[in-house]
Every structure is written in C-alpha cells, then in structure tokens.
C-alpha cells in the first residue's frame, strides 16, 4: 500500500480529520461503510491532497504502508468493537489501530490488551475541537505503547493546532490514559459552560440585561485574563438573532440541556477514585436538573420566599461593580474547575500507572480544544516549576489570583442566594475553597458517629497517624485503641 494513514467512518469528524492530514502532504485511505460518503469526499474535497479511495476494509488495510496506520472514527460503544475486529483480521503485527472517537477509557483499556496479545498496537486519542477544530488543528491525546507513537506521532502533531511552534499533540501514556485525559477535558468544559451559564443568568436575572448587552460583556472579559474559547463563542451565541423572531436566538432555544456522557463519565470516574470534582458534578447535575422537563412544568409557583431588593442584595454596589465581581468570581471558580480536573487526572494516571504529567495537558490544551484559554500558558507554568503541585490553588499566581479575587466570589454568591437565584458552580467551588483550606472539618463528628453506630475507629490527632481507637459507647464510654 501507498498510503500513510488510512481513515475509517467519514461522519464530518472522520471527514475532517481525513482532509486535515491530506492537506498536510499525506496520503490517506478512505473507508466508510457505505461508500457514497468517500465519493462524496473525494467529489467534494479531492483536490485538496491524495485520496485512496477503498471500498470493503481488506482493500482499505492493503492500501496502508507497514506498519499500517488506520483511525477509526465511528460511534463510541459496539460500532467501534466491530470495526476494530475487522481491522485486525485483516493487519499484520506491528500495524496501528487507532480509535479517535469519545471512547469511554475502559473500553479502550480492554481493546488496547486485547490487540496487544494479538501483537497491534492500539490507540486511544482523545480529540478535541469539534469539526472546524478537526479540519484546521486540533488537540489531539493519544494514549498506547511508546513505540507506536513513534510512528504515529508525527502524523498526528502535523495535523494538530499549534502553539508557539509547539504541537497541541502529545503521548499522554500508556493504554486509556489517552481517552481518560479526554474525558476529564470534557469535565472542565461542562464545568466552564456552566460558570458561563450562571455569569450570564445573574446579569439577566439580577441586572435585567438582555442578551445583546450581556454579548458585550463577554466580548469585553475576553480580553482579560479570562480570554478563552468558550468566552469567545459566548458572545457570538448571545448576539446571534433568531431568524425566525428576529429577537435573540437564547431567547428561543428550550432551556433543557443534553449531554452525551463524557461529562458523567468524568464525575462517575471521580468517585470511584474518591477525587472531589465538585464542580464538574455541579454541572453534570445542573444539566439534568435543566432536562426535568416534567418536573419542572410541575414546579412552576413554588415559593421563593421573602427576597430582598436587587438593591438591597447588592449592598450599595453599583451595576458595573457587581459585574466585576462576577467576572471575578467566574475566574476564580474555572480556577477551582481546572483543579479538580487535575487532581482527577493524577488520581486517574496514578492508579493505573499511566504516569500523566500534567504540564503536558496544559501544554497541548492551549490550542486547538474546546478549553482552550489563555491562562492554560499559567497552569503550564504552574506545573514547570512544581511537577509535584498538591493543588492548582497553591501555585503562587492562582494563590493570589483567587485571593484577589475572593471577596466578589462571596458577594456574588451571597446575592445570588439572597436573591433566589441558583449559581451550583460559583457556590459549591466557593465552598470546595472553603473545605480546602479549612483548618478543622467536621469529619472529626462524621467520624465520631461513624464509631458510635458502627465500632468505625477514628484517628487521634495526638497519635500516629494509622493508629485506630474506639470508644466503648454503651459499655460504659471507655477509650480502647482498635
Ligand atoms: C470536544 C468536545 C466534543 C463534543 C462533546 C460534547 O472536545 O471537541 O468536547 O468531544 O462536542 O462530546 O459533549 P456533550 O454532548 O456531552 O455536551
């Protein structure tokens, strides 16, 4: 075969990518099920770079050089099972599977050891940037053995975002650390698109701004340290006019948010691992809660209670204070979102061994994904300097960006409880804040319980740490150590 990498399933991700990697000067085998949609492609875009255009999955693998390369870009689950085994019967050892798609990272755990013992490699790439990040660079996470990144890797940075000259490419680690970094990547942007959502529902509720002028807000924060993606395209969805209505188009779309699963797989992950993502629950919870249709038809006219003025909530600050503190408070809290993110993924690379490193993330996250943000070049930063860092939050420049910002996090917050209106991003990050650096928590009284009912044991504080006590609680309340 001629070509260095094949593509199988060409819905517009596997299109794009296909195009991406032929507009880089690759040759690129073309696979689809039906193949109308490959004719489509090369009819379309043919010209854009060398197509092989294959029909039946033996004709697309001995289209690929060797060691073959073949992405598979279909449906996450039993599309991609089936795929995978057509490939394999038909490559040789050594050759390269690659599954670009969602894939939840115990399945790709499962395939790459699978493959292995049949002696493929198999990569699970996380890639992020939707369809125009696909076509013109994105950021791309493979995870599997070192050795095929050493053949694929180059394919693969060539077509991704760049940043500084760098690639928004790296090999993140062994088996489904690629997919797993994925998935906590589309955490924090669950988590991001809800602070978002709040900044923006409490100029609504609270400051009675319309859409077009909440557009500008977000224009204007997106020259400063909160310039991202999400911002950017916050201000185009607000300022986008309903063709039908000619009002606002937010104003039209039901207020019922959907997810394909990426997110509750983040936050289902967290808790296997005992790793507090409250933020990213937060968010994975608020778009449930937006999808109670039913329920909430149900709950229309339940009592809010007594509520002060707008005025009165705002203690003497005027409008353009209180939207400064909310800009801060959304800083802060994506802050806090990006922490547990991280301390998701060390939890995650440290139970399987992956050895992730985390500059590497805030590296290949400045371009090219959904998250991308300016301040990821200060998380990168952050990591350099400190690989070890026990929390985003203790990096000298987070330490002092959420101090400085901490007093219009609390305002925000307040008002927006005083006022009814529901900010589970701003608050429970605040509160996560609070938790973390509480002196004392009350565990010590969980913990207590815990003994009363359960003969639990508890930790003294004035022991060693490992050392168990119980008290006899109903034999008289003496102290034994356990
Ligand atoms: C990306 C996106 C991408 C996709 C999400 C959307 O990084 O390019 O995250 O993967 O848009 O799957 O997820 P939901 O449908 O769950 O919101």
Redesign the pocket.
């Known amino acids: 075969g001629r070509a260095q990498i094949g593509v199988t399933g060409l819905a517009v991700m596997g299109s794009n990518l296909a195009r991406n990697l032929a507009r880089h000067g690759h040759t690129v085998a073309l696979h689809n099920r039906h193949a109308d949609k490959t004719d489509r492609l090369i009819a379309e875009h043919g010209d854009e770079g060398d197509f092989v255009r294959t029909e039946s999955i033996e004709e697309f693998v001995a289209a690929l050089q060797k060691p073959r390369r073949a992405l598979i870009m279909v449906k996450a689950g039993q599309p991609t099972d089936q795929v995978i085994e057509q490939l394999a019967a038909a490559m040789e050892p050594g050759d390269i599977i690659i599954d670009g798609g969602?894939a939840l990272f115990t399945d790709t755990i499962r395939r790459e050891h699978a493959l292995r013992e049949r002696g493929l490699h198999f990569v699970g790439a996380?890639?992020?940037?939707?369809e125009v990040?696909?076509l013109e660079g994105?950021?791309i996470m493979p995870g599997g053995s070192v050795e095929s990144y050493k053949s694929l890797g180059p394919l693969l940075e060539s077509i991704a975002a760049q940043v500084d000259g760098t690639p928004c490419c790296t090999h993140i680690g062994p088996d489904g650390s690629g997919h797993f970094v994925?998935m906590v990547?589309?955490g924090i942007?669950?988590s991001d698109?809800q602070l978002i959502g709040e900044a923006y529902d409490l100029m609504r509720r609270v400051l009675g701004f319309d859409a077009g002028r909440i557009a500008e807000v977000f224009r204007d924060w997106n020259g400063t340290e909160l310039e991202s993606y999400l911002v950017e395209i916050t201000a185009e969805v607000l300022d986008k006019s309903d063709p039908q209505t000619g009002g606002p188009l937010v104003d039209v779309i039901v207020d019922a948010?959907?997810?394909?699963?990426?997110?509750?797989w983040t936050v289902k992950a967290a808790l296997d691992l005992g790793v507090p993502v409250t933020g990213i629950a937060e968010a994975v919870f608020a778009?449930a809660l937006s999808g109670a249709r039913t329920q909430r038809a149900a709950t229309k006219g339940l009592a809010g209670g007594t509520l002060p003025t707008v005025a009165e909530a705002l203690g003497g600050h005027s409008e353009t204070e209180f939207i400064e503190d909310i800009r801060r408070a959304l800083y802060a809290s994506k802050v806090i979102a990006y922490a547990q993110g991280f301390d998701e993924i060390k939890a995650g690379s440290d139970e399987h061994g992956w050895g992730v490193k985390p500059v590497d993330l805030a590296t290949i996250w400045r371009g090219g994904?959904?998250?991308r943000a300016r301040f990821l070049d200060r998380i990168r930063e952050a990591y350099t300097s400190n690989p070890e860092l026990p929390s985003l939050v203790l990096d000298p420049f987070f330490r002092s960006a959420i101090e400085e910002g901490l007093d219009s996090w609390r305002r925000v917050v307040a008002a927006a409880v005083r006022l009814g209106v529901p900010t589970p991003g701003f608050s429970s990050s605040l509160a996560y804040y609070d938790g973390l650096r509480a002196e004392r928590l009350p565990a010590a009284l969980t913990q207590g319980q815990r003994d009363y009912f359960g003969a639990h044991t508890y930790e003294r504080v004035d022991a060693p740490e490992g050392k168990k006590f119980h008290i006899l609680w109903s034999e008289g309340g003496a102290e034994i150590e356990a």
């Open positions: 969602n996380g890639v992020s940037g939707g990040g696909a994105p950021s994925k990547h589309n942007e669950y698109m948010a959907e997810q394909k699963g990426t997110g509750r778009r994904c959904i998250i």
